[in-house]
């Protein structure tokens, strides 16, 4: 049961956050440059938020009783998280290349839904 959860997550959603991720990691390393710094942060974060959106997806579909929660308030955590380690390390993290990584995961799944819709 979690091996198939991940192994759909991974085919619905990681391989694509792979590339950015591992792709700013090493130019923050190699670089030192917050840019890649912060959009491998924003990524990072955008990940997680994803995951925990597939993980509240796939449990209200196996639900009945109508009640339909996609853990928004855990996705506000994680972005205040990541808000707040801007703010210990604003020379270290580019802001708007967090919003940029935050922003590729609503991507993805705009990228997802017209891809499953057009099947």
């Known amino acids: 049961m979690i091996v198939s959860f991940f192994r759909r997550f991974y085919t619905h959603f990681l391989r694509y956050f792979s590339i950015p991720l591992i792709g700013s990691l090493l130019f923050a390393i190699f670089t030192q440059s917050s ?15 994803i995951f925990n959106w597939y993980y509240h997806l796939e449990q209200a579909q196996d639900e009945e009783n109508g009640k339909v929660r996609l853990g928004v308030v855990t996705r506000f955590i994680i972005v205040i998280v990541t808000l707040l380690v801007w ?21 993805l799944i705009i990228f997802h839904a017209v891809r499953e819709l057009t099947k």
Do not use: K, W
């Open 35 to 49: 840019i890649a710094a912060g959009l491998f942060l924003g990524t990072a974060a955008s990940t997680l938020m």
């Open 87 to 107: 703010l210990r390390f604003p020379e270290t993290f580019n802001i708007f290349a967090i919003a940029i990584g935050i922003l590729l995961g609503y991507i």
